[in-house]
């Protein structure tokens, strides 16, 4: 039996997620969320049953289309339309595990009770989750704005049988895999439609997946930092602590702990220096390194509020007695945040490739591009032309996109995040970084072997001793493309502790 993890009020946080996609738990809605969704179900209906007057997005039109209004007996008609209407992604596709997150994220805002859903409609995209069937969606068409209208509007056509899924590796109809599981397309009510549609779960799945990699890449960065200091044989007196206590900021003071107890027992960091000083890209790793480590959390509390939020419109208070047509699904929280976060991995990458630039320059006893007889060899010359590469690149992504907007809707919608560009693009920046880290980490290595036979500390030995069994010492010229990609690689599939990498 799978591990079950029950939707309810309960505040989910970043470990929470973690330990659902890891160990593979199932969903499942709790007693106190099934409730909720069918009481607020209950009174719309009746509420529907005893008033004809228009209320936005039930029995009206859309957007600017806001005072149309529409015949009881054609809802469901209306709200269909509106899911196969907004199906207007384009693009490339949304990656599968942002997808999964997506169907989880949707039904968490739907549980709280103030959407107007089914209960069924909840629970078919959780059969959708826990069976592995996927929405095929695309990474173009929202302003995240009025929600993340199309993006969504792809995760929501499946239930009605149109559009395309991922299953088993392959793509189908929509319709093949209900009949597959001899379920019936859901006929959607009055409201449910826009209730799908309207929210922000392409931009916090973006979010959470992301943030979860960038606090991954925060640890590495000090890991492969505290490496590449070794290898240009640095000073430890800039990590110690009273530095750090006189200018207290909490990454910092993160960062230097971290890179001290990374580098404990070190012979090489413990060795007489000739020099009196490191570089900044050594010396000043706490500051800022830690400076994105506190940007992340600045980040992290903004999306761990919004996936624990309701953010569909209009909002259904059926304890009060009302309906109102509000912005919650306006994503100009994640929008800003999104910006912050992509400056914040720019910049680790921005300091890694400072980094590698001076194991390759030649400098305190290191050949030149790190290699024996260089000019019959180049060495290691490209793989630093590689990450300035990725670093330019990741400066022009980090440009923000909350800045910007453009009227929609007929001008109803004047107003707009842009955070769904915001996403896509920290998406590519920060899968970037990790591709920096990676180089750094190569040369590092490298770097290391003209060390010998001084070693460094147990820790960064037995993490060079597994990364060596994929990314050997490189004696002569070969083909560094398959190394800096089997080194992306072990990053990726290293296991780090939660609890170490959320401290």
Known sequence: MRPIHYISQETIDLETISAILEEG???????????????????????LKNQDSPIYGINTGFGSLYNVKISKENLTKLQENLVMSHACGTGELVPKPIVKLMLFLKVQSLSYGHSG???????????????????????????????????????????IGKGEVYFEDAVHTAKSILKKFNWEPITLQSKEGLALLNGTQFMSAYGIHLLMKAYKLSYLADLIGSTSLEAFDGRIEPFNELVHLVRPHKGQLKTAERIREFLEGSELVGQDKVHVQDPYSFRCMPQVHGASKDTLDFVRKTFITEINSVTDNPNIFSQDDLIISGGNFHGQPLALALDYMKIAMAELGNISERR????????????????????????????????????????????????????????????????????????????????????????????????????????????????????????????????????????????????????
Not at 25 to 47: G, H, M, W
Not at 122 to 139: E, G, S
């Open 25 to 47: 738990k199932t969903l499942e809605l709790a007693d106190s969320s099934v409730k909720k969704i069918q009481a607020c179900r209950d009174y719309l209906n009746q509420k």
């Open 117 to 159: 859903v089914q209960l069924e409609t909840a629970q078919r995209l959780l059969d959708f989750y826990n069976h592995d069937i996927l929405p095929v969606i695309y990474t173009q068409g929202s302003l995240g704005a009025s929600g993340d209208l199309a993006p969504l509007a792809h995760l929501a056509l499946p239930l």
């Open 356 to 503: 590698v630039f001076q194991l390759v320059s030649g400098l305190r006893g290191l050949p030149t591009f790190l290699v024996d007889n260089p000019g019959l060899n180049s060495g290691f010359m490209i793989p630093q032309y590689a990450a300035a590469s990725i670093v330019s690149a990741n400066k022009q992504l980090a440009s923000p996109a909350s800045i910007d907007s453009i009227v929609s809707s007929n001008g109803q919608e004047d107003h707009v995040s842009m955070g769904a560009n915001a996403a896509t693009q920290a998406y590519t920046l920060v899968h970037n970084v990790e591709r920096i880290l990676a180089i750094e980490l190569f040369n590092a290595s490298q770097a290391l072997y003209f060390r010998k036979p001084l070693k460094s500390s147990a820790f960064i030995e037995s993490v060079l001793m597994a990364y060596r069994q994929d990314v050997s010492f490189v004696s002569n010229d070969r083909e560094l493309h398959i190394d800096i990609k089997n080194s992306v690689s072990f990053l990726s599939n290293l296991e780090i502790d939660v609890q170490e990498i959320y401290a």
